[in-house]
Each structure stands twice: as structure tokens, then as C-alpha cells.
């Protein structure tokens, strides 16, 4: 029973580190998720329209000229991107 618990504990640690490192993830353009426009996360939305459907809603809510590390935070990105997935299913 208690190996179950640790287990668990254990993904749900890797799972936070993930979501952690959403903003640090580059991107095709070569720039950090934090650093892209709007406009960049919906381009790159469109190039892959099966897995890119978080960064076109991503791009919604940042706008086209306000970068994506401004406007939201790790917690607000990792939602979205769980949201988009559920959504998706």
C-alpha cells in the first residue's frame, strides 16, 4: 500500500516539474514559450493543428503583441494546455 502512495506522490512530482517548465520550453522560432508573441503561438498553432490547438487558444489569450511570459504565469499556461487537452478528448 504504501508503494502505491510513494508512486503516486512521485508522478504527481514530475507532473508539477512539467508544468514548470512550460514558459522555458522553446519554441520553433528558437525563443523561450515566455518570450513569444501571441501572434507567434498562433502561427505556430497553425503549422500543427493536432497538437498545436493549446497555443492557438494560448495566442488568444496573450493577444498578438504581448508576450506570453507577461501576460500569464506557469499555473495560467498549464490550465489552458490541460483544458485544451480535455476539451480535445
Do not use: Y
Not at 14 to 43: S, V
Amino acid at each position: 500500500m504504501r508503494s502505491a502512495a510513494v508512486a503516486a506522490a512521485r508522478v504527481e512530482e514530475i507532473k508539477k516539474r512539467i508544468h514548470e517548465q512550460l514558459l522555458d520550453m522553446i519554441m520553433p522560432n528558437g525563443k523561450a514559450l515566455r518570450d513569444c508573441t501571441g501572434a507567434d503561438c498562433t502561427r505556430f498553432g497553425k503549422k500543427d493543428m493536432q497538437r498545436g490547438r493549446w497555443l492557438l487558444r494560448l495566442g488568444d489569450e496573450v493577444g498578438p503583441r504581448q508576450r506570453v511570459g507577461k501576460v500569464l504565469n506557469e499555473k495560467q499556461v498549464a490550465a489552458l494546455k490541460r483544458g485544451t487537452a480535455k476539451e480535445a478528448a
